[in-house]
């Protein structure tokens, strides 16, 4: 069964922000927590998701995952396209185990009105540069990778509720996450290790592949290889759909 996620996105606007919101409370972005969607979990299925928001090539991670076979969805953004032609050519020679989705064209926030911002970032200043970020990150993966992406993650991956419903008008369905392995590759490999430990069947996982001076891949490698052990399938958003949830967890 497929899932087209606009409405529990929408909901779960309602619950996060509290029932009977008023309408400005709305507009409070937030993040979307999702994990592989229940009928889809054979128990032990797990997806990883690498964002390449701006910035270099992890090839270390890369080539940790090809060595291991490791399938892994990752957002790229199109200025991180044109940058890293190199790890372009990587990813493109390995898409039996990579399936490149939507990260924006320029790696702005979903948030929409003038002088608003997530974590510091300046979002869109109208609905018209949210499309365009969305539908020329859009452009470019279809352009340079040659296969048109369904999912869509923007920057900070924070969305306010118009960005939402535009996002689903434009026919992308909007990948969350439940559990974030390194904070932006921010954490430490100890600490991306630790993360890790809690994974469970239906987790989707969040990290980084842009930064590869960060403990990101060494972390991941450790962590990534003990859940390998202990018998978790990772699978593509390609390949599974995902439900909204509750943010429990790291
Ligand atoms: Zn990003």
Same mark, same amino acid.
């Given at each position: 069964m497929k899932y087209f996620l606009i409405a529990p996105w929408l909901a779960l606007f309602g619950l996060l922000c509290g029932a009977g919101a008023q309408a400005q409370n709305l507009d409070k972005p937030v993040e +979307?927590? $999702? #994990?592989?969607? %229940?009928d889809e979990v054979k128990n032990s299925r797990v997806a990883l998701t690498l964002d390449a928001c701006s910035g270099k090539f992890d090839d270390r991670l890369i080539d940790f995952l090809i060595r291991n076979r490791?399938?892994? *969805?990752?957002? %790229? *953004? &199109? #200025?991180?396209? $044109? &940058?890293n032609p190199e790890g372009v050519a990587i990813i493109k020679a390995h898409l039996d185990l990579f399936d490149v989705e939507d990260h924006g064209e320029n790696h702005i926030p979903a948030v929409i009105g003038a002088g608003r911002t997530v974590y510091g970032?300046?979002? @869109?200043? /109208? +609905?018209?540069?949210l499309r365009r970020e969305v539908s020329e990150g859009a452009r470019a993966i279809t352009q340079i990778i040659g296969v048109a992406p369904h999912w869509y993650r923007a920057a900070t991956a924070e969305y306010d509720a118009q960005s939402v419903g @535009?996002?689903?008008k434009l026919g992308y369905k909007i990948a969350g996450f439940s559990v974030n392995a390194d904070v932006g590759a921010t954490l430490h490999r100890a600490a991306i290790e630790e993360r890790l430990k809690h994974v469970r069947g239906g987790d989707v996982i969040i990290a980084h592949m842009n930064k590869p001076a !960060? /403990?990101?891949? !060494?972390?991941? !490698?450790?962590?990534?290889?003990a859940l390998l052990q202990r018998g978790l399938i990772f699978v593509r958003l390609d390949q599974v759909d995902l439900q909204v949830v509750p943010a429990t967890r790291p």
């Open positions: +979307i927590h $999702d #994990r592989i969607a %229940a490791i399938p892994a *969805t990752l957002f %790229a *953004t &199109k #200025r991180w396209l $044109d &940058k970032i300046p979002g @869109e200043p /109208d +609905i018209l540069h @535009e996002i689903g !960060s /403990d990101t891949a !060494s972390g991941l !490698s450790q962590g990534l290889l």
